[in-house]
């Protein structure tokens, strides 16, 4: 449905080619399916058939499908969708950006959180459709492995997680807090992270993490 | 979700012809204006709302915030929440109205959430919100299931046999001490409706929460000036210390000389139906010393009508508490 630029990757030239293009994610996957061939023959030509059902009722939805330009952590993204994809599910299904995470999709715990031009939203409570020409960032552009953002390395360094479902979004959060008027005491920190839950309770490295941040960042002016 | 049309409205015009199409307003209706979303797309996700068409109100050129020349303020249809609450004319001339919207929601949904939507916040009412329980709001005549049900954190003033449901909003409280007035386009043209007029009570209509008719815009909203020498206060109670709707709360807009209520407003959240003004404890403040004792009965008037259910009795003192403090911290800073 989406003809979405891929990030090149590369491959090495064996006959495992597939296997070795893998991310974790299509691996896992793929090693389902290939673990589901070995051992149920007979469904097979049951599975082919339902996948060529839903393949004619996805292109039935399609028929509703429009067209989208997205920019992405500064990448265009030409897209066709069905009008009810939120931001997140476009994220994460049509550009495999799948960093940033589903928990509650109602907007109440923010691990689904993003910068639209450069401002935290819940991407789960927006239409993708409705965000055309504007500067959209995950968490994916805000650092990499080589290359964290100051707040993803104090995560780190503060153990700041347990499972990490929510961290993306606590993230996206506590870089954005840099930039709003909040104040310096714990307390403040506590009411401008309170869109974002954490199960594990990871609560208190977070705030240490968030801290130690602002304070190695330059003074900025509340306000 | 319901399949939907998505449009983008061109000019305010367009936006009104395609709306006025509709055979009910906004709440509810096949054809709804969409502003930050962060209520209609929750309600769409629940199938509690299913419009066949929405209108993408965001790129009109409703975002203003600015002064007036007779010194009040006028703020666009879709400025959002956390710019409102920290404009700097907001934070010097109407502090309530930021310390409101600041203790409603979080910093993601107020980047989202707009002045009108905010105006349209539909009730948490956890039988509104489940389309497999009657709601008299959501499905006219099917009962409500509030009253004999879980009813803890809903309304006990401005109620009716038919449905008690609370209004949610924070910023709603602080425009109605506020005396604010909301400004509609509509396909007959322009008119301006005060907000203690805009919210209406259910009644025997409880899907009908607004005087909107089918086609209306909400363009802007304008504050009056600010009452040269008042002071204000906001206070929320609430379960959770943040990120949660109030079981009741105050905003209060007071002026005093030497110690003299001259002029009061006052009106409570978390415990109506809809915004709820309370004249009656204006009354009993204006032209009062400012005591306890004048408080209590300002809150013993407020909460005068109430009507509890089966699990929100407790909402009456403490909503009277709520207001009794608040008239304290308001003066005290006077």
């Keep these: ?223 | 979700m319901k399949t939907f049309a998505l449009t983008r409205a061109r000019d305010n015009a367009q936006a009104i012809a395609t709306a006025a199409k509709a055979t009910t307003a906004q709440q509810g209706a096949e054809i709804r204006f969409i502003g930050g979303g962060t209520t209609l797309i929750d309600l769409m996700k629940l199938n509690v709302e299913q419009p066949q068409t929405v209108v993408d109100i965001n790129r009109l050129p409703l975002d203003k915030i600015e002064a007036l020349p007779d010194g009040g303020l006028t703020i666009g249809a879709v400025a959002r929440n956390s710019d409102l609450a920290h404009h700097p004319l907001v934070r010097k001339n109407y502090t309530v109205l930021s310390e409101a919207i600041l203790s409603g929601a979080t910093v993601q949904l107020r980047n989202m959430a707009t002045t009108a939507g905010n105006l349209l916040q539909r009730t948490r009412c956890m039988y509104f919100r489940a389309t497999d329980m009657p709601c008299n709001k959501r499905e006219p005549g099917s009962g409500c299931a509030a009253i004999t049900g879980v009813n803890r954190s809903l309304a006990i003033l401005g109620t009716s046999e038919h449905c008690i449901a609370t209004n949610p909003s924070d910023m709603n409280v602080a425009m109605a001490a506020l005396e604010a007035i909301i400004h509609v386009r509509g396909p007959k043209g322009e008119r301006s409706i005060p907000i203690a007029d805009f919210h209406v009570l259910p009644g025997n209509t409880p899907q009908r929460e607004t005087v909107l008719e089918p086609g209306d815009l909400i363009t802007h909203v304008t504050l009056p000036p600010p009452v040269p020498g008042s002071r204000s206060v906001y206070l929320k109670l609430r379960d959770r210390a943040s990120y949660e709707f109030a079981l009741a709360s105050a905003a209060v807009v007071i002026t005093l000389e030497n110690a003299k209520i001259t002029r009061a407003r006052i009106a409570m959240g978390g415990v109506g139906t809809k915004p709820w003004r309370s004249t009656e404890a204006e009354g009993e403040l204006t032209n009062q010393q400012a005591t306890q004792a004048v408080f209590q009965k300002a809150a013993d008037a407020a909460l005068r009508d109430a009507k509890p259910q089966s699990q929100n009795g407790f909402k009456v003192e403490l909503a009277k508490r709520c207001l009794v403090h608040a008239l304290k911290l308001a003066t005290q800073t006077a």
Excluded at chain 1, 60 to 88: E, M, S, Y
Excluded at chain 1, 186 to 208: H, L, Q, T, W
């Design chain 1, 1 to 223: 449905m989406s003809n979405q630029d891929q990030t090149p990757e590369t491959s090495p030239a064996d006959t495992r080619r597939e296997f070795a293009k893998s991310t974790r994610r299509t691996f896992i996957s793929r090693l389902g399916m290939a673990s589901l061939l070995a051992t149920t023959g007979p469904a097979i030509t049951t599975l082919a058939q339902r996948s060529g059902k839903m393949e004619q009722e996805l292109s039935a939805a399609a028929k509703d499908a429009i067209p989208v330009t997205l920019r992405v952590n500064g990448k265009k993204h030409d897209l066709r969708i069905d009008p009810r994809t939120t931001l997140l599910d476009c994220l994460r299904e049509h550009l495999h950006l799948t960093g940033s995470k589903k928990g509650c999709d109602h907007g109440q715990c923010g691990a689904c959180t993003v910068h639209i031009n450069g401002r935290r939203v819940n991407s789960c409570l927006c239409f993708a459709a409705m965000h055309e020409g504007e500067e959209i960032t995950t968490i994916e552009g805000i650092g990499q492995p080589e290359n964290l953002h100051p707040m993803q390395a104090a995560f780190v360094a503060h153990d700041a997680y347990q499972c990490g479902y929510c961290t993306s979004g606590q993230i996206m959060s506590a870089v954005a807090l840099l930039k709003e008027p909040c104040g310096p005491e714990d307390a403040e920190v506590k009411e401008f992270m309170s869109g974002n839950i954490c199960r594990c309770g990871a609560y208190p490295n977070i705030v240490a993490a968030v801290q130690q941040v602002r304070q190695n960042a330059k003074p900025r002016e509340p306000g």
